[in-house]
């Protein structure tokens, strides 16, 4: 069921629910989470089994503020508390190392650990009033479109899931992920914090992703993010050829095409569903797992996206819309 985040009431139902051992999904500024008692094995091997995911895929931890950081964390290196100083609340999660012993199945087993500070109010309400770390994954089944509304959240898991409603996600694309167990920041998955943000904020360079032994992220594999729709990605250049030779066939492509682009589409192509891309790189983001679910549920056979312009501010959306399409 969904029930309004901004309700008292709502949230100390809530944390019953998470006492129990139970499973809520909560809004944050990213995306939603399908949240568990992060000290719980039981509780958090309930998020795995509803997702669908396999279980030595780590799982973040939401945590209300820096302070508890030291619950979970074995050390935290000088750069990433600058990291931490600078962008918490917020959009971004920090791999540090584990303290032994803590919060190991919601870590995938591995001696590492995922932590993030979110800075939705409803996040932060249900947090403060929890008091302990909760684990969570994107609200989605596993491979799938992370959920940006709490409707979305229930097209994935049904009513029983009790769905905090926050509203639509303010960033709308996941938590730009930094490991920081290396020595160096290396950045593994790109957010709307940007390499250069993160290495003015830090004051040192991001290390070479490619060079390192990269750790198991389900984020980082090479097909995620996918709606059931076939993705292309096409160039603006490339855009209006493709939709003149559907436009040329007699019998286009069964169940219709989706477009996600920039440039309204100048075709009288029936069965053509056209939703405007934003050229401001975060408003793209905030509209991505929305656009994508909605042509899916309107049952396209393929969704072309207009591939999005280069530049780090894009580095997020580009990153999402790739793997949509493998
Ligand atoms: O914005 C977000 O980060 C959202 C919201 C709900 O906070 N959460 C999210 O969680 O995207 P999830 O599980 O869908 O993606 C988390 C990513 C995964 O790719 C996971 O493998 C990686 O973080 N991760 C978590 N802990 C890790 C660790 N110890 N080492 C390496 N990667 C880790
Ligand atoms: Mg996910």
């Not at 993030?116 to 684990?135: E, I, K, N, T, Y």
């Amino acid at each position: 069921m969904i029930l309004p985040g901004s309700d008292p009431a709502a949230i100390a139902q809530a944390v019953q629910k998470l006492g129990a051992g139970e499973l809520v999904a909560l809004p944050t500024e990213t995306v939603y989470g399908l949240a568990a008692d992060a000290h719980s094995d039981a509780a958090v091997a309930g998020i795995f089994a509803l997702k669908g995911r396999p279980a030595d895929h780590p799982l973040i931890v939401h945590v209300a503020s820096g302070a508890q950081v030291a619950d979970y964390a074995a050390e935290v290196p000088a750069f990433a508390q600058r990291l931490i100083d600078a962008f918490w609340p917020g959009p971004l999660t920090l791999i540090l190392p584990r303290r032994p012993g803590v919060a190991k199945t919601a870590a995938g087993g591995q001696d590492s650990i995922g932590l993030r500070c979110p800075s939705h109010p409803v996040a932060q309400a249900l947090m403060r009033a929890f008091g302990r770390g909760l684990a969570a994954p994107s609200a989605n089944r596993f491979g799938r479109v992370s959920p940006s509304t709490a409707a979305h959240v229930q097209d994935e898991f049904g009513d029983a899931l009790m769905v905090l409603d926050g509203g639509p996600c303010e960033v709308g694309i996941e938590s730009t992920i930094v490991d920081c167990t290396r020595g160096a920041p290396v950045l593994l998955r790109p957010g709307c914090i940007t390499p250069a943000q993160i290495e003015a904020a830090c004051g040192q360079a991001l290390a070479d992703a490619l060079a390192q032994a990269a750790p198991r992220a389900s984020g980082t594999l090479e097909s995620h993010y996918a709606p059931r729709a076939q993705v292309r990605l096409l160039s603006a250049a490339e855009l209006p050829q493709h939709l003149r030779e559907l436009a040329d066939q007699t019998h286009p492509a069964g169940g219709g095409i989706g477009l996600w682009s920039a440039q309204e589409p100048h075709t009288g192509l029936a069965g053509l569903i056209w939703r405007e891309q934003s050229r401001d790189p975060a408003a793209a983001a905030h509209q991505l797992f929305a656009v994508l679910r909605e042509l899916d549920a309107l049952g396209v056979a393929e969704i072309w996206v207009e591939q999005v312009p280069c530049g780090a501010a894009w580095d997020g959306v580009r990153d999402r819309l790739q793997r949509a399409a493998a």
